[in-house]
């Protein structure tokens, strides 16, 4: 049966990871009762995913950058009297009195109440389709790295990385680390971006740090760097055996006659990540348009959304990385707890935010790249549903978004429901830009938890 506690929580926080992890633990110090919520069985999210203990790793710190961050946090979680209900997926959510939000743990319905709620729910890989991306092997940026940091196993041993962002030279640099072979990091952008904000850069020291950190280690390792480029086709068939990767023209369309094929074993690649927001904007929360074209929450300079009650932190706001999450996790949590914040606090999450800004705008994926996309090319895997289809319900059927497109083909029906093939698909039926999920189910929800809570 639904549970709730007998009086509401002051403050429930929905995610675990570098956000949620600093403004719950920071609200508990305040003095407020927090409960922090989380689909993970560990703190950490999926930035901070450690091997289970089982796995016998005996320096896990050397898979993660800024793992000092996290083993503060977690040792002041444990230390708090922070209430972490672990394994616990909160699908939807209520405004009455006081807050409700619904959540699956264990096949059960759990209810829990509070005054406020913090979504820090993170972000989700943005794919884009290429022929030959659904072959054993070509997996996404940051499943490689789960790969490693969870299981401690490599997708293959010769990997190309592609696709766009800084997550590419993270995964890269961990990729190496770990003894794969990596004959190129493709990015399709080229960094020329960057230098539009030199006084951004300046004030961000410690990324310029990360980001040499993570050349040195691919220069040692014979890795090259491929600016401007893609891989547009993947070739295989019971695995991927090569790519083909093509220059990319300032649009993002692959430029004639610049074909190069690598031999690899595996494809990581992922085109940044866009925000997971759905649990507010299924209630009505305003949205706004980053500059790399993603939904992110509308917040205030206190990180308010437009609904009473609920704060954001973290990538929620806009992609920004650990450091920019953390802060602004405690700069949230000091503002509901009423509790003064520093100026340097706010001064280290204003210079964090502006690089974020700066950071999409440089990997902002070009209208071209769908000129690397074939008629046979599935667009949305879930469903099989493959790029003749979708144009034929736009150019044939009259389609002008992406919800007619799903209505007309299936794609985004699937498991993932969008997820994968959403900012494709949008591209495809003409849409300029991503229109913010609203959904009832935040995710899948077995029909016995929701009759377990027909009395809420």
Known sequence: MPTSPSEPYDLAVVGAGPAGLAAAVTAAELGLRCVLLDAGARPGGQYYRHPAPGLGAAHPERLHHGWSTFTGLRDRLAASTVTHLTGHQVWTAERFEVWRLHAMADEAAVVVEARAVLLATGAYERQLPFPGWTL??????GGAQAMLKAGLVLPGRRIVVAGSGPLLLAAASSLVSAGAKVPAVVEAGSYLGYARGLGTLAANPAKLVEGAGH?????RGGVRLRRSSAVVEAHGTDRVTGVTVA???AEWRP???TERRIDCDAVAIGHGLLPQIELATELGAETVLTADRTVALKVDDQLRTTLPGLWAAGETCGVGGADLAVAEGELAARVIAGAPVPTALRRRRDRRRAFAGLMAAAHRPGPGWTDWLRPDTDVCRCEEVPVAAVRAAVEELGATDARTVKLLTRA???WCQGRMCGPAVACLSG???LRPDSRPLACPVPLAGLADGVDH
């Not at 054993?136 to 940026?141: I, L, N, S």
């Open 412 to 414: 985004g029906m699937g």
């Open 136 to 141: 054993p092997g070509v997996v996404t940026a």
């Open 247 to 249: 220059k990319l023209d």
């Open 431 to 433: 849409s300029a830009e």
């Open 215 to 219: 050349g040195a280690t691919l220069l």
């Open 255 to 257: 430029v004639p006659g």
